[in-house]
């Protein structure tokens, strides 16, 4: 999904389905980002406990997206669950070698692909 000049990620389509427009790019979480990499670099291994669930990023991105998703019937647990399944990704973005945009991008792809099995 591309980023929209406004600054947000998705956007709804005629049919009511979320598509590119309107759900906005999330603050970057600066200091969460480099707490998980102090984590991860002073105790190896400890990335498959911390990214397990999705949580520890989830609850960074809900509060912004939640006013959309809510009303469509998704969860904060299926953004969890969608971050879950973006784990590499977000270890990138982590580690530095991914910028916030495109990491908040394919997070919000994968929250609405199950928002989407979700009907």
Known sequence: MARSPAGSLVG????GALAAGTLPTPDEPVSLREQTRRAVLEEPGSWSRISADGTWIADAVWAQWAAVLEPRGATRDLVAA?????????????MGERTWAQTASGLAGRS???LGSKR
Request: charged share 35%; net charge negative.
């Open 12 to 15: 709804t389509g005629e049919d």
């Open 82 to 94: 969608g971050a879950a399944e973006h784990r590499y990704e977000l270890w990138l973005w982590v």
């Open 112 to 114: 609405l692909r199950r």
